[in-house]
């Protein structure tokens, strides 16, 4: 299975606390596609008490097995990147939307849907065109036996559609005592 | 022939409902597993008249006179078991709907739990199976099994047959015919085709002249 991997730099924001029992975090906010020369965990910006963090740059993996779900992503209204952290720290970042959806439902991450940086979305696009199959859903239904239409088990097996041993250790003559 | 066969009378059997139980068996017998060589000297022994079944057990016992038993079993492969599947799929399912194990089978499989009739040990393919329909219809015309339980317009040895047979063994035995492996078999298919046939034809007399009579009025 063709695979690629794009890498891209996340930045966190953490706000101040909303009450005085409430504690700082860090939340992914944003989503650059050149990676800039710093450590993960630099403060980028202060302004006032509003933070900017950077969280690191983590990979994309495209797998080519799921390029209509990319397609799905590209298609919607705002194309995004999912984010998700666990204690603080950036444990995945996907592109493919449902996978990013089944991580948004566990209560113990954070996950965020981040807007899809242009370049990424022209990187995947280029990924879709190389590696997309087109796979029409075909949906089984009962019709009459009598259908022409209706692709069904031949009642007759072609010879065509006979199997036989045409390579491999399978067409030679069975080892054993002779 | 009466549809109101009572088990435990266990009434003499026609000669003729004798000759039609052998027959099922006879196809049942040889869509069942490939013919030994006994079963094949037994069938180049059988002679016909003049009529179209006659006829077709000629040609029957010429082709099993003629035949080899390696050649028939691995015809027999190829037709009903096959790498993947067989040639044919001789199921009742199959021929109906399309798709194996289908309803027809549930109907079938009910229908022979209320006449008390299982499936034997050893036995693997579903019910719907052409020989194990045919080895039913042998047991009735022999009397030995007893379709009267079954429900209303299905009562009866005309009844099985029209329900769990009628409807596609006549076209099973038609692709048994032009199958690219039938050899040996293209001759049992002729003879089970006319076979399906006259019974066909033989219960839809009988109905005809139970209706006449005005049987039907009193019920079953």
């Known amino acids: 299975m063709p695979r690629e991997v794009l890498r891209v730099a996340v930045l966190g924001v953490s706000h101040p606390p909303a009450n005085k029992w409430a504690v700082r975090c860090t939340r992914p906010a944003a989503l650059m596609a050149d990676l800039p020369t ?25 797998h080519s097995g799921e390029t209509a779900h990319y397609i799905d992503n590209l298609r919607a209204a705002r194309p995004s990147i999912w984010v998700s952290c666990d204690g603080g720290a950036v444990t995945l970042v996907t592109a493919d939307p449902y996978e990013g959806e089944a991580m948004a439902s566990d209560p113990e991450r954070l996950v965020e849907a981040l807007d899809m940086p242009a370049a990424i979305a022209r990187q995947i696009e280029v990924f879709i065109a ?6 029409v859903f075909h949906k089984r239904k009962r019709v009459p036996a009598t259908s022409t239409t209706d692709q ?12 036989t041993v045409t390579r491999g250790k399978g067409a030679l003559p069975p080892k054993g005592k002779i | 022939m009466t549809t109101a066969s009572t088990a435990n009378a266990a009434p003499a059997r026609s000669e003729q409902d004798v000759l039609r139980a052998q027959q099922w068996a006879l196809i049942a017998s040889l869509l069942l597993k490939a013919p030994d060589r006994g079963a094949l000297d037994m069938l180049a022994g059988l002679t016909g008249d003049g009529t179209a079944l006659g006829q077709a057990y000629r040609v029957l016992a010429e082709t099993a006179a003629s035949a080899d038993v390696d050649a028939v079993s691995r015809e027999y492969f190829e037709v009903f078991v096959g790498v ?38 050893g036995r693997f393919e579903p019910e719907d199976h052409i020989a194990s329909v045919a080895e039913v ?12 339980v079954l429900g209303c317009g299905a009562a009866g040895e005309a009844g099985f047959f029209a329900r769990h047979l ?55």
Request: negative net charge; glycine residues 10%.
């Open chain 2, 166 to 220: 009628e409807p596609w063994a006549a076209q099973f035995f038609d692709d048994l015919a032009v199958t690219p492996s039938a050899r040996f078999y293209r001759a049992v298919a002729e003879v089970g085709r006319i076979f399906v046939d006259i019974e066909t034809r033989a219960f839809a007399l009988e109905a005809k002249a139970h209706r006449a009579s005005g049987a039907g009025a009193r019920g079953l």
């Open chain 1, 152 to 163: 069904r088990a031949p009642r007759i097996l072609p010879a065509e559609e006979k199997w």
């Open chain 2, 84 to 121: 993947g599947r067989g040639e044919l799929l001789p199921y009742a399912s199959f021929y109906l709907t399309g798709f194996l194990n289908e309803r027809p089978l549930a109907d079938l499989r009910r229908d022979l739990g209320m006449m008390g009739i299982a499936r034997a040990e």
């Open chain 2, 137 to 148: 219809m042998a047991g009735l015309a022999a009397g030995e099994f007893d379709a009267s």
């Open chain 1, 38 to 62: 710093l450590s993960p965990g630099a403060l980028m910006a202060e302004v006032g008490e509003v933070r900017t963090y950077y969280m690191g740059d983590h990979a994309v993996v495209l």
């Open chain 1, 130 to 135: 190389a590696h997309h199959v087109g796979e």
